[in-house]
T-cell receptor, first 112, second 111 residues
């Protein structure tokens, strides 16, 4: 079974600062990878997904970007954070589209 | 556009009771439906996955049913325990292979 690592676990950043969140996966190869955001009191929102190295699909236009430099590494970035970027960021993995997704422990981001 | 609704938003019951959480979706063209559990400040744990061709799945004290034609799923928890307290999320995989999420039901089991 796969293991999903996310870091950092928590992060407090000022408005306008850059962001880099990392997700790595063990125990599977060529997975589909996903970034979700959960804002306070709201459901999960799909931000990006990737079906392979260098292949990124964006679901929501915003100041965030994602990259997949290696098969089992998924990075979420921003050049300038906004207050509205605060939330709980979750990385997920699936063996292929449409099958069960498994989630990492998440990163709590607070933009001040 | 697929929409997923979970009712109730919050539920508080005494320990030992059996309970049902509800999930409804607007488009019956789904590939599967998943129930997740989220503890405060933590990631999501997958509980049960029901394929579109299935009617129910069981794991221990949990039973999830799916009625695709009516756009409904229920999560039945038998003999509830304080450790079951968490937020329960329902999500469907739509025709674009994307997970569409409900807002969740916050469950509190009182000792």
């Amino acid at each position: 079974s796969q293991t999903i690592h996310q870091w950092p676990a928590t992060l407090v950043q000022p408005v306008g600062s850059p962001l880099s969140l990392e997700c790595t996966v063990e125990g599977t190869s060529n997975p589909n990878l996903y970034w979700y955001r959960q804002a306070a009191g709201r459901g999960l929102q799909l931000l990006f997904y990737s079906v392979g190295i260098g292949q990124i699909s964006s679901e929501v236009p915003q100041n965030l970007s994602a990259s997949r430099p290696q098969d089992r590494q998924f990075i979420l970035s921003s050049k300038k954070l906004l207050l509205s970027d605060s939330g709980f960021y979750l990385c997920a993995v699936a063996k292929q589209e449409g099958v069960e997704q498994y989630f990492g422990p998440g990163t709590r981001l607070t933009v001040t | 556009k697929q929409e997923v609704t979970q009712i109730p938003a919050a539920l508080s019951v005494p320990e030992g009771e059996n309970l049902v959480l509800n999930c409804s979706f607007t488009d019956s063209a789904i590939y599967n439906l998943q129930w997740f559990r989220q503890d405060p400040g933590k990631g999501l744990t997958s509980l049960l996955l029901i394929q579109s061709s299935q009617r129910e799945q069981t794991s221990g004290r949990l039973n999830a049913s799916l009625d695709k034609s009516s756009g409904r799923s229920t999560l039945y928890i038998a003999a509830s325990q304080p450790g079951d307290s968490a937020t329960y999320l329902c999500a469907v995989v739509d025709s674009n292979y994307q997970l569409i999420w409900g807002a969740g039901t916050k469950l509190i089991i009182k000792p």
